[in-house]
């Protein structure tokens, strides 16, 4: 007598193993997840061993750079890149000779080196290295980590000198006060005109934007030939070094994840972030520079209130990490930030000299 599966039998065993396999999936997503989560750890870290490196070879930290859309070429002279504190271009840019990259970090051209993708500078869990040809700035690859600028107060500013505290309150302060501290830091607003600049902004991060500027032009400087003229401002930090971290290096934040909304992750020329549209290279702009003065957030939540190509968006903190966003302090040290972190502490971490607060013992939220 021949023996067979009936058709019911056939019809349940395939069900259970359909039932095992929904039960695993969700385990074997947290595992990828949860290795990808290890990598950018690691990638972080080695950022946080180059910025290191720069400060020892270099006798201070990288700068955040002179400011957005400028071309190489303006910070080029003999042939060699200037160094930190008068490179125009971003952090992630003067680093590069500490990440192994020595090729990269000697090219004199604007297009040779935005065009280069540099995969340690992308979170495995959002994406590789995505080529973005911006319909007004050009292309370059695009960038998933940012230098921390916090939100502190500055009696120069006639706005912000009604706040009794060191830090802003949140949200209440948070919209004029990033842009222009993050965006345009001591420079006048834009539209007002060089060479005067307004004293706008205190730079009290580890990463502060650079004390150059170009002077060939108001109000879009455009110099006949590179390099760039340059001027130094006054009344501006002029170089950071951990002596001047009294915060504590274990307790500044330098580098962390920035936000991107998930409908971005690949942007096109009409539909693209402000906040990730110039990629590695940019200089002084949210693109490699974000603030502790807004809430952090996953990527895959967006605020409609800061929907659109250029809006406050620009400068938050996050990741597609479930949880929290991974940064780098200024030991060394790689933590991970819970977004739900009390703000006054999430502001106080960015800053390399505050007062106020006991970040020794008020330090939830990061692990």
């Not at 916090?150 to 949140?170: E, I």
């Not at 690949?266 to 003065?293: C, F, I, K, L, Q």
Request: aromatic letters at 10%.
């Amino acid at each position: 007598m021949k023996r067979a599966f009936t058709l019911v039998e056939l019809l349940v065993v395939i069900a259970i193993i359909g039932i095992l396999v929904a039960l695993l999936l969700p385990a074997v997503q947290a595992a990828r997840e949860a290795a990808r989560r290890t990598q950018c750890k690691s990638q972080l870290k080695n950022i946080a061993l180059a910025i290191a490196n720069h400060h020892d070879t270099q006798g201070l930290f990288p700068t955040g750079g002179v400011s957005y859309g400028q071309p190489l070429e303006w910070f080029v002279s003999g042939g060699s890149p200037y160094q930190a504190p008068k490179q125009g271009w971003s952090w992630a840019y003067q680093i590069l000779s500490f990440l192994e990259e020595g090729a990269l970090a000697n090219l004199v051209t604007t297009e040779q080196v935005a065009e280069t993708a540099v995969p340690l500078y992308n979170c495995p869990s959002r994406r590789g290295p995505t080529f973005f040809e911006n319909p007004v700035q050009g292309a370059s690859y695009l960038m998933d980590y940012a230098g921390t600028q916090p939100l502190t107060k500055n009696t120069n500013d006639p706005f912000f000198a009604t706040s009794p505290s060191l830090y802003y309150d949140v949200p209440a302060h948070v919209a004029s006060g990033t842009y222009t501290r993050v965006h345009q830091g001591f420079w006048s607003p834009r539209g007002s005109g060089y060479p005067n600049p307004v004293n706008y902004g205190v730079f009290d991060g580890v990463i502060i934007r650079s004390p150059y500027r170009v002077v060939s032009g108001p109000p879009n400087p455009v110099p006949a030939s590179p390099p760039a003229e340059l001027a130094e401002l006054t009344g501006v930090p002029k170089k950071v070094t951990y002596s001047k971290i009294s915060d504590g290096t274990s307790k500044t934040m330098v580098i962390g994840e920035k936000w991107v909304p998930t409908d971005r992750y690949e942007p096109s020329d009409t539909n693209y972030s402000a906040s990730d549209d110039h990629g590695w290279v940019d200089g002084w702009d949210p693109d490699t520079m974000r603030t502790t003065g807004w809430p952090p957030q996953p990527d895959s939540q967006a605020d409609p209130a800061t929907s659109g190509t250029g809006s406050d968006q620009d400068y938050f903190f996050g990741s597609a990490h479930p949880g929290g966003f991974q940064t780098t302090f200024a030991d060394g040290s790689v933590h991970s930030i819970s977004y739900d972190i009390d703000m006054t502490v999430f502001n106080s971490l960015g800053t390399r000299n505050g007062e106020g607060l006991n970040e020794t013992t008020d330090l939830t939220g990061v692990q």
